[in-house]
């Protein structure tokens, strides 16, 4: 139990440091649990990408400087 509850504060600090919501999902809401850890990680992926994908926009845009943006 105790590497359960790590791996939730672990995975809470990245979702929040990401500026991952809950939004409508379901699945997310009251906290991080066992059966909604998958979920969590889901949304984590999601926005990594997302941003991922703004950076890689921005290296590619003419004349902007994209390490001034992060």
């Given at each position: ?8 504060i ?8 990401l ?13 991080i649990t066992?059966s ?16 991922l994908q ?16 992060f």
């Open positions: 139990m105790k590497v359960i509850n790590a791996l939730k672990g995975v809470m600090n990245i979702f929040n440091r500026g991952c919501t809950v939004g409508s999902n379901k699945e997310l809401e009251g906290g066992e909604n850890l998958l979920h969590y990680l889901a949304a984590i992926e999601t926005r990594t990408n997302d941003i703004m950076f890689t926009a921005c290296q590619q845009a003419p004349g902007v400087d994209s390490s001034q943006m």
